[in-house]
């Protein structure tokens, strides 16, 4: 049995898919504007959302760095009064701004 050779115009490709979609009557055109004006008040919606998301979290970081400040004047302070009452001269370390994690012990 002889297989039938098919010419190039018989190739399916996504380009002829895309074209065999696209609008061809007025109501399809509307149809797809409809679709269109959709997608775009969804997609400001949530960038809208997205800000407001933003500024959230900016107003934290802003919350935690100002307690991050109040929590090193804590710690300098408890350090003078330390040393001050410290009557061998030995002075506890330094604490850095820098500080990822510590150990406190009570």
Same mark, same amino acid.
């Given at each position: 049995?002889?297989?039938?050779?098919?010419?190039?115009?018989?190739?399916?490709?996504?380009?002829?898919?895309?074209?065999?979609?696209?609008?061809?009557?007025?109501?399809?055109?509307?149809?797809?504007?409809? *679709?269109?004006? @959709?997608?775009?008040? =969804? !997609?400001?919606?949530?960038? +809208?959302?997205? $800000?407001? *998301?933003?500024? @959230?979290?900016?107003? =934290? !970081?802003?919350?935690?760095? +100002?307690?991050? $400040?109040?929590?090193?004047?804590?710690?300098?302070?408890?350090?003078?009064?330390?040393?001050?009452?410290?009557?061998?001269?030995k002075k506890s370390p330094?604490?850095?701004?820098?500080?990822?994690?510590?150990?406190?012990?009570?």
């Open positions: 049995m002889k297989v039938e050779r098919v010419g190039l115009e018989k190739i399916k490709t996504v380009k002829n898919q895309v074209y065999k979609f696209r609008t061809k009557t007025l109501h399809g055109a509307l149809m797809e504007l409809s *679709r269109l004006n @959709q997608e775009k008040e =969804r !997609l400001r919606a949530e960038v +809208e959302i997205l $800000e407001r *998301r933003i500024k @959230q979290i900016g107003n =934290r !970081l802003k919350e935690i760095g +100002e307690t991050e $400040e109040w929590l090193y004047t804590f710690i300098r302070v408890s350090e003078e009064k330390q040393a001050s009452l410290s009557t061998n001269g330094e604490i850095s701004q820098d500080l990822s994690e510590m150990t406190i012990r009570y």
